[in-house]
């Protein structure tokens, strides 16, 4: 019988709490060079999954995030959205809705 411990990593964005960047169906790592070939990505002191890797990217390009023009708000929750266009990263904002008097 042959026994050897192992040590692995688990990586939590600081961005969106994720642990998994992929399709993988394990959280862990067996180093951090196996979780940076998989998408992650320390930036400022932080540790960011694959997607807010991408989305931190784009928001410090030049103009930062390239938006889609905004939804119409839409549903009765009355919020609209838009996307940007790099990224992906979505946005919502509350529909302000007038009450006359
Ligand atoms: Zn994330
Ligand atoms: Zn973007």
């Known amino acids: 019988m042959s026994r050897t411990p192992v040590r692995c990593i688990v990586l939590t964005c600081d961005s969106c709490g994720t642990r998994t960047s992929s399709e993988r169906e394990a959280d862990y790592y067996p180093s951090l060079a196996h979780a940076r070939a998989d998408g992650?990505?320390?930036?400022?002191?932080?540790?960011l999954c694959i997607s807010c890797a991408d989305e931190h990217r784009c928001e410090r390009e030049p103009?930062?995030?390239?938006?889609?023009?905004?939804?119409?708000?839409?549903g009765a929750g009355r919020y609209r959205s838009r996307e940007c266009r790099r990224c992906a990263k979505e946005q919502t904002a509350a529909v302000l809705s007038l009450v006359v008097a």
Request: glycine share 16%.
């Open 40 to 47: 992650w990505e320390t930036a400022d002191g932080s540790d």
């Open 63 to 74: 103009g930062g995030h390239d938006w889609a023009p905004w939804s119409a708000a839409s």
